[in-house]
């Protein structure tokens, strides 16, 4: 929606962008705060609440009268975002016995992949429609179905002492939390350092038409649905083999799309494999974060989001500045493939 935005605020579309770079700030620093000042609060009510402050940005989002209000907007809904996302995690972990935690976690993040691979064209087409207003109020309404949800279906939380924060801060430190974050944020740059630049890749490289393109991005979309629920069980199964061979089918898949994409069959099925590589590792991450952080894990789940924004971010950058060093499109895939490589490297503890 960015051109409809720019043009209705009488902005450049670069400053449009920087509403989605505001979001993904508040997502990565926000997101930590906000839980670390509210972690002693009982978990399903932070649910409802973030719930309810992302309905608010939302709404503010749809009424902006102008480009500051609207980022304001975008980065409150972002607070909640980073906040929600970690707070959901421990709600689930401590719904399920722990060798399902991995399957249960693998279901949220596919709620989070879906969710993307409907509401992105979704919103493209009410924004066109109905002005991108609309999106944002579709947004809201989606998170009143929302907190409908949490408030009759997600159990009270059980009796017992509330986090501390200081044993929380204490998890977030230790060494095995910390690479889990960092192996996070490099095995989700490598995904990023291809998948940012794979509309143009496939268009000006594969030679596909835009809606072809369109329909693609929908299969890496399937992909990653399928990716999280497989990776999710595999997780419970076999934790350090299943992100080891996580990143190494990304970097497999990553190499070869170097030359699939000069054949479009081959880079039809290479799309799907992405999504799936591409997404396998997720539960087996967040399982890995529940498992280091012990008794103290919202803080560090939250800061899962965190990382994989970074991973967003930094893989957005290393494709961009691999291109504008003249090494062409398709060079992308292979930063990723060396990206996605060093988490093969982690053995876990």
């Known amino acids: 929606m960015l051109p409809e935005v720019a043009s209705d605020l009488e902005v450049t579309i670069p400053t449009a962008g920087l509403l989605v770079t505001g979001y993904a700030l508040g997502v990565v620093f926000g997101g930590p705060a906000l839980t670390a000042a509210t972690v002693r609060l009982p978990r399903k009510m932070l649910l409802l609440a973030f719930m309810g402050v992302f309905i608010a940005g939302n709404v503010l989002a749809a009424v902006a009268p102008g480009y500051a209000v609207l980022m304001v907007g975008r980065v409150v809904s972002a607070l909640a975002h980073g906040a929600f996302f970690g707070v959901a995690i421990a709600v689930t972990a401590a719904l399920v016995p722990a060798?399902?935690?991995?399957a249960a976690i693998g279901l949220v993040v596919t709620g989070l992949t879906a969710s993307t691979?409907?509401?992105?064209?979704?919103?493209?087409?009410?924004?066109q429609r109905l002005g991108w207003e609309a999106a944002f109020w579709m947004v809201a309404a989606l998170g009143a179905a929302g907190v409908?949800?949490?408030?009759f279906l997600v159990p009270r939380d059980r009796d017992g002492s509330p986090p501390e924060l200081r044993a929380e801060l204490a998890a977030l430190s230790r060494p095995h939390v910390l690479l889990t974050l960092a192996l996070t944020g490099v095995g989700f740059g490598g995904v990023f350092t291809s998948f940012?630049?794979?509309?143009p890749l496939l268009r000006d490289v594969?030679?596909?038409?835009?809606?072809?393109?369109?329909?693609?991005?929908?299969?890496?979309?399937?992909?990653?649905?399928?990716?999280?629920?497989?990776?999710?069980?595999?997780?419970?199964?076999?934790?350090?083999t299943t992100l080891g061979g996580s990143f190494a089918a990304l970097a497999l898949v990553l190499s070869a799309f170097v030359f699939t994409i000069h054949d479009q069959v081959l880079a039809v099925v290479t799309m799907f494999a992405f999504g799936v590589a591409g997404y396998a590792a997720m539960p087996g991450l967040q399982v890995r974060i529940l498992q280091k952080a012990g008794d103290a894990p919202t803080l560090s789940a939250t800061t899962t989001a965190s990382a994989f924004n970074v991973g967003?971010?930094?893989?957005a950058f290393l494709g961009g500045a691999v291109i504008d060093a003249?090494?062409?499109?398709?060079?992308?895939?292979?930063?990723g493939a060396l990206v996605a490589t060093s988490g093969?490297?982690?053995?876990?503890?």
Do not use: C, K, Q
Not at 99 to 102: D, L, N, V, W, Y
Not at 196 to 199: G, I
Not at 213 to 234: E, F, H
């Open 148 to 151: 409908l949800g949490i408030a």
């Open 99 to 102: 060798e399902r935690r991995g």
């Open 206 to 240: 594969g030679g596909f038409s835009p809606r072809a393109v369109s329909a693609l991005l929908v299969l890496i979309g399937a992909g990653s649905v399928v990716g999280t629920l497989v990776g999710g069980n595999l997780a419970d199964r076999h934790l350090n």
């Open 312 to 315: 967003n971010a930094g893989g």
């Open 196 to 199: 940012t630049y794979v509309a």
């Open 344 to 349: 093969v490297l982690d053995r876990g503890a």
């Open 117 to 127: 691979m409907t509401g992105v064209p979704l919103g493209t087409l009410l924004g």
């Open 326 to 335: 003249g090494l062409g499109l398709g060079a992308v895939n292979w930063a």
